[in-house]
């Protein structure tokens, strides 16, 4: 059974960064993606980014952009969301999802994803 977990959330200003970790178990082989959702409090669950697993290639909400990247350690099993230039915007729950490993990922799926993470608590203050 695929598993994420996530980490690194916390509270930080206008401006700063935050690096999220998911480590994921349960993976067989390197097949497979990665995604990056967040919930603000009162809105609906958003895409924000994904990485395939056997590419490393990446697909981006419009609105991080330029400011978040993901990455991937296979040898660690774990993902990684770089934050930069965060804003009040931002704030949300950051939730770690994953594919099964039956496919190969040339680029990455905006979903669905199967495996979900309990979530991260990200607030940035004005």
């Known amino acids: 059974q695929v598993q994420p977990v996530e980490s690194g959330g916390g509270t930080v200003q206008a401006g700063g960064s935050l690096r999220l970790s998911c480590a994921v178990s349960g993976y067989r082989g390197l097949n497979g993606a990665v995604a990056w959702f967040r919930q603000a409090p009162g809105k609906e669950r958003e895409f924000v980014c994904a990485?395939?697993?056997?590419?490393?290639?990446?697909i981006y909400a419009d609105s991080v952009k330029g400011r978040f990247a993901v990455s991937r350690d296979n040898a660690k099993n774990t993902i990684y969301l770089q934050m930069n230039d965060l804003t009040p915007a931002d704030t949300a729950v950051y939730y770690c999802?994953?594919?099964?490993?039956?496919?190969?990922?040339?680029?990455?799926?905006?979903?669905?994803?199967?495996?979900w993470g309990q979530g991260t608590q990200v607030t940035v203050s004005s």
């Open positions: 990485v395939s697993r056997n590419t490393g290639a990446t």
């Open positions: 999802a994953s594919t099964p490993t039956t496919y190969y990922y040339v680029t990455p799926p905006r979903g669905p994803f199967d495996y």
